[in-house]
């Protein structure tokens, strides 16, 4: 059996519906980490580098494979809306960055 890996191109979008599923989204050097009750998801990563699949333990595997599921019984809306969310969050967290630099300039 191949081993199930998630591509880069839907790591936005499965890191957004994971956290609308109710996890906790953790970003560490070397993985991203979703907690949901005493379930804990691992998306490893090389030292916070680009990689064009990234290897997930047993329990993301089966949320990948829902997410999969979810997304085969929308359409292409489904992955766009996520991604977008996720471009939202990452200009919000760049503005805020910037309002921190200004205000240690000032």
Known sequence: MKKITLPDSLSSPFIEWLDRGGHGIKVKRNRVTATKGDKVGIIYCENGKTQSHYNMNEYLVERYQVFLKQW?????????????????????????HNLLKMAKVA
């Open 72 to 96: 085969l019984n929308h359409d292409k809306q489904f992955i766009l809306n996520l991604r977008s969310a996720m471009v939202g969050r990452y200009l919000a967290c760049q503005h805020q």
